[in-house]
């Protein structure tokens, strides 16, 4: 008799459930050490990629220039600076939470 595979949970509940864990690590380390964890090589590269040009693109900085000074690709550029002017926001509330905890 063929087995079943149990149906895989909604991406939004997935979602939900991974801010719900992130939600509840105490400090940077404890992140760090679940990001480890839980994302290949390849895929914690991709984040830091993003993630590194959030704050050029918040400056204005030229697409050309971020990637010159990171080696970030442009299209990656481009995707981070469209989540940055129609995503949901979370960029941005990560970048002040970031510069509040730098005590910026």
């Known amino acids: 008799m ?6 895989k949970k909604p991406l939004k509940a997935g979602v939900e459930s991974l801010a719900q864990a992130l939600n509840g ?8 050490a679940f990001l480890i964890d839980l994302c290949t090589p390849a895929e914690l590269e991709a984040l830091a990629d993003r ?3 959030v704050e050029p693109l918040t400056k204005g900085t030229p697409y050309r220039q971020i990637h010159d000074d990171t080696g970030v690709s442009v299209t990656t550029i481009g995707r981070v600076a469209r989540c940055l002017e129609l995503g949901t926001g979370g960029y ?5 939470s970031g510069r509040r905890g730098a005590g910026a």
């Open 2 to 7: 063929k087995k079943h595979a149990l149906p």
């Open 25 to 32: 690590l105490k400090n940077a380390e404890q992140v760090h």
């Open 51 to 53: 993630w590194q040009v």
């Open 92 to 96: 941005q509330l990560a970048l002040k």
